[in-house]
């Protein structure tokens, strides 16, 4: 059985730093494209970040460019996504995310390409 399990959140004041990071298990690390996914009160899912199998390949939202850096160890079977220079419309419950592909280098914005998901962590910037 395929998991992934996020940690990480928090309460921050706005100009702040987080990291959050996602364990897989149950399946071949790998083998996914990964993403970060998160969603406020009231709104939609909303991408924040991908990266290939491979890791050469990256996305972000364009409001997190230069703040977000996603990140991949294999070998320790995490993903990760540094969050710097926080603002109050980052408030969000964040979700890692990932997808079973053959290509080493696709990295997708869509939540339906996507099998696997984890329950999600509370990210909340607030003075």
């Known amino acids: 059985q395929t998991q992934l399990v996020e940690s990480g959140g928090g309460w921050v004041q706005p100009g702040a730093s987080l990291r959050l990071s996602c364990v897989g298990s149950g399946g071949t690390f790998n083998d996914w494209s990964l993403g970060w996914f998160r969603q406020a009160p009231g709104k939609e899912r909303e991408f924040v970040a991908s990266?290939?199998?491979?890791?050469?390949?990256?996305e972000y939202l364009e409001s997190v460019k230069g703040r977000f850096t996603i990140s991949r160890d294999d070998a320790e079977s995490t993903l990760m996504l540094q969050m710097n220079t926080l603002k109050l419309e980052d408030t969000a419950i964040y979700y890692c995310a990932a997808a079973a592909t053959s290509y080493m280098q696709e990295t997708y914005r869509v939540p339906p390409h996507y099998a696997y998901w984890g329950q999600g962590t509370q990210v909340t910037v607030s003075s």
């Open positions: 990266i290939s199998r491979n890791g050469k390949r990256t």
